[in-house]
């Protein structure tokens, strides 16, 4: 979340809610109240643990002890800065996945001054770090960013050890290999997320660049249940941008793609020749998708249309799903109603009628069947993975089972495709040429530091990628765009 403000926003909370200068703690907390991550259902913030523990200063105590207590925290602030009245928060369940989320009413002079301080941010004159009231500076901008490091390093224990070594590149890569494109296309990059149609991607798009404007440059930590090697962003930045708006902030950087990986590697895992020839015939698996809803999928794409891009996403979505286990009737449930607002009627049934879609389908059932008479598999690492939970007696799996069944399918191909990715890092820590900037599981963005050698550094990046590929005989390969 965004770390400064202007010092008049700042003045209006304060003024509003006099006991905040009480405690540092509760201008953490109301800072994330106004600026941290929302509820998708119901736009309220979401309030963990975790956040609470960190806004309190906490956060170790929380992480080594049962004990810590979040409520008492919650009762302080609401007793002191907010009032019960503005102030509530909804009960958690670890056992249905429920967060705890916040019931804030700020008063109206408050609401316009956050509305009006979402288009203020790039105000240097008078920003302020809302947390302290200290005036911004290149030196306190160092220091917040050194702090947010240091806790996502703290967080690497939890990357598989075949990423470890990609977080910590990530994390301790410069920052003067973010500031210049940064400077360069953040005005126009913000314009384009004020016109976003949708007001909540907006604001949350809008929230984000404010976040990159403070702190620049994104960190990474792994997976908090462990169940892949997948590497995530750890704070508010590039990687969390839309793809539109992330090309216009990269302009100048080269992203990198794998061609339809995680299909290719169902299609070699699963041994689906079907789905092999159609790979092999080099066509799209979102184009074909996109035209069987009567769509001119290839204009779409090669016009940069951002209502393509919204639709590949959501069909992207579906397709991870329906490849890792989701009931067919939730699939269908899920994929309708996010078709819906593009017009597009009965969207999972539809989805379902596409020829490689039904194949998929028919191949993912056969293989669940498959690792049910397993008690174990291996990742392409060598990682080990044991499958809990017992067969029934008509030979079909327990609800735990069908879980770990699921889980594996998932690790089994995320193994993969870091390994497909793995040789682009290799290649990296042998120049100063180029730095890789960004890291999105299949795909990744390059700043070539070295402009005569660029030409030279593609060939070889795609190559070693595609020489991966070809050893596991899965038909992929590396795309780029130059931004």
Known sequence: MRQTTSSEFRDIILRT?????????????????????????????????????KAEGKLEIAKESTNYNAAKFLLSFQS???????????????????????????????????????????????????ETGDKYSPRLEKLSRDLIKAEANTYLDLCAPEARELAE?????????????????????????????????????VEI?????????????????????????????????????????????????LTSCQLAIAAKMWEIEEIQEFLRSGESI????????????????YNDNPRYELIKEDLKDSLYSLMYGMVKKNLIADLTEDLERFGIVDGGKTYMTHPIIKILYQSREQRMKELNDYDSVQTVFGKVIHLRGSKLSDGSPDDLRKEYIRSVMAQQAQAIELYLMLPVLDLAKTTKDFII???????????????SKKKKWLTRIVGAVQARADELGILTGLEYVEL
């Open 437 to 451: 900037t960004i890291f999105q599981h299949d795909g990744c963005s390059i700043n070539f530091t070295n402009k």
């Open 286 to 301: 979102w184009i074909s998708l996109i035209n069987h809803y009567g769509l001119d999928g290839l204009n779409m794409k």
């Open 17 to 53: 809610y006099p006991g905040i200068d009480k405690s540092v703690s509760y201008w953490r907390f109301m800072q994330y109240l106004l600026f941290g991550r929302k509820d998708k259902v119901n736009g309220c913030p979401v309030i963990s643990q975790h956040q609470v523990a």
């Open 80 to 130: 002191i800065v907010m009032g019960e009245d503005a102030f509530q928060w909804s009960a958690w369940s670890f056992k249905e996945g429920l967060a705890r989320t916040a019931l804030v009413k700020f008063t109206p002079e408050v609401e316009q001054a956050l509305e009006l301080e979402r288009y203020n941010f790039m105000n240097t004159e008078t920003r302020v770090y809302f």
């Open 209 to 257: 660049l404010a976040t990159i404007r403070d702190v620049l440059k994104p960190f990474y930590k792994g997976s908090d249940k462990g169940k892949t090697v997948r590497i995530f962003p750890f704070n508010y930045s590039i990687p969390m941008l839309t793809k539109g708006l992330r090309k216009t902030l990269t302009k100048g950087w080269v992203e990198f793609d």
């Open 169 to 205: 590149y990530l994390n301790d890569l410069p920052v003067n290999s973010f500031t210049k494109v940064i400077e360069a296309n953040l005005n126009e990059t913000l314009v384009k997320a004020f016109n976003i149609e949708d007001p909540e991607l907006s604001r949350l798009q």
